[in-house]
């Protein structure tokens, strides 16, 4: 049998200076780490539970193979997409230092570079914030040399090649495509405005700030030293990933101390630009003002549980994931970080929202086989939302779904029209029509069911 785990409790002083307060993670969601890490889906997490100006830092697993020491508030892990919620600060610091404008042409920041438009339409600062901007998920220029880092080789000259040469597929504002390119140009031009660097910009006006000394874009040896290895969702061992032009995407390395009072930040509203940053923009999924509802401010975004907004943004790279969410009253928030590259979305949400998912004791879905000649009728596109497609197709060895601007993942079958992820915790669940025809989904996911008619 595996050694038993030992789960790390460190209550960290309030900002304020106040007494030492230690905010409980239930149960519930402790024994849903402990078994995510017993089972081998995670190498080591730590969970930051933030109530008002209190936290503590809870630790599961090892930091490395073999060794004896858990992960706490200091151990240091990629926090991937999570980035993005800084660069799109760095913008909402900039609107509010009057040195940008949400509605200004990014090209006006960037006069050296050939911006794409359509019709006369320019891509503005603010639909590079949001994902409307109508550029791709990735530039087609990528192309690594290393795939374990795919980021690595991709400077300024490829992004200002790729730019000349990209015709718009749609006008910019016209619909929703989450784009790292869209936020690696974002975090160039506000960079380029400032006449920093993108890491200059990020320590001066957020991290030496904050007090947040273990946070970075680059890797130092002192953050190495502390930086948890990262691992594929296998649990084989991953490359870490290291970024150039398209580090305002994620590029960010960092400590639950650290995104603890990043998080602490928002969560008493300590500056205009973070109130500006989670003011909705657009509505991406959903209608009216109940659950389901998705909308996003600068990078954030802005959704409901059992009735209670929060902000939200998640995040993986090659070998690690993370979440960092606060309610938008300020009293709670969290920051889950893995080392593997496994979605902690529903860890993430259960401990910001108390009872908002299903018990962490529900047994796993068991798979069946399905006939690949069963497989092509479920192959479709189905619209959850105008701007938000899955794209089903056979693969070699079944279902690959992809959203949009997403990758695809294998999807498998636990009962006739029901298929489950493992890299996730969703569930699609196909719907037919009196004739037997499938005519649309149900992804079923962090407690919610999004239906999604079949595109013709």
């Known amino acids: 049998m595996p050694p038993r785990l030992r789960t790390l409790l460190l209550p960290l002083l309030s900002l304020s200076g106040g007494a030492v307060a230690a905010p409980t993670l239930d149960a519930a969601m402790r024994e849903r780490a402990e078994t995510l890490v017993r089972d081998g889906k995670h190498a080591s997490l730590v969970i930051a539970v933030i109530d008002g100006k209190d936290s503590a830092v809870y630790g599961f697993g090892r930091v490395r193979p073999g060794d004896q020491g858990v992960p706490d508030a200091d151990t240091v892990y990629e926090i991937g997409s999570v980035t993005k919620t800084m660069t799109g600060l760095l913008l909402a610091d900039a609107v509010v230092a009057g040195k940008a404008q ?98 200059e910009l990020l320590q001066a006006r957020i991290f030496r700030p904050l007090g947040m000394a273990s946070s970075s874009a680059v890797t130092t040896p002192a953050l190495r030293a502390r930086l948890a290895p990262g691992h594929l969702a296998d649990g084989k061992p991953a490359a870490n990933w290291d970024f150039q032009a398209i580090a305002g995407a994620g590029a960010v390395r960092s400590s639950a101390r650290d995104m603890i009072a990043y998080m602490q930040s928002y969560m008493r509203a300590a500056s205009r630009a973070q109130q500006l940053a989670v003011q909705p923009r657009r509505v991406l999924v959903g209608e009216g003002d109940g659950d389901g509802v998705k909308k996003i401010g600068l990078a954030w975004m802005l959704d409901q549980a059992k009735g209670q907004p929060f902000a939200w943004h998640n995040g993986q790279t090659g070998g690690y994931a993370s979440f960092a969410g606060y309610t938008l009253d300020g009293k709670r928030g969290v920051v889950v970080l893995s080392s593997t590259a496994r979605d902690v979305d529903a860890l993430g949400v259960g401990v910001l929202v108390p009872g908002s998912l299903p018990p962490p004791n529900a047994p796993a879905p068991k798979e069946i086989a399905i006939a690949p000649s069963e497989l092509g009728q479920y192959a479709g596109q189905y619209a959850l939302a105008p701007t938000f497609v899955l794209s089903v197709r056979q693969g070699p060895d079944g279902l690959l779904v992809g959203a949009t601007g997403q990758p695809e ?17 969703a569930q699609l669940v196909f719907q037919r029509d009196a004739q037997g025809a499938i005519t649309g989904v149900v992804l079923h996911q962090n407690g919610q069911a999004m239906p999604g008619k079949r595109k013709p």
């Open 102 to 199: 949400l509605e200004q042409p990014v090209a006006e920041l960037l006069p050296a570079y050939a911006i794409p438009a359509l019709a006369g339409q320019k891509i503005t600062v603010g639909q590079l914030a949001t994902h409307f901007s109508g550029l791709p998920r990735l530039p087609a220029n990528l192309v690594p040399a290393d795939m374990a880092n795919p980021y690595a080789g991709y400077g300024e000259a490829q992004l200002r090649t790729f730019l000349a040469g990209h015709a718009l597929a749609r006008a910019p504002g016209a619909a929703y495509e989450y784009s790292n390119l869209a936020y690696g140009l974002l975090g160039t031009a506000l960079a380029t405005q400032a006449n920093m660097s993108y890491e």
């Open 409 to 425: 993942a294998p999807v498998y079958a636990s009962a006739k029209d029901t298929f489950f992820y493992k890299v996730v915790e």
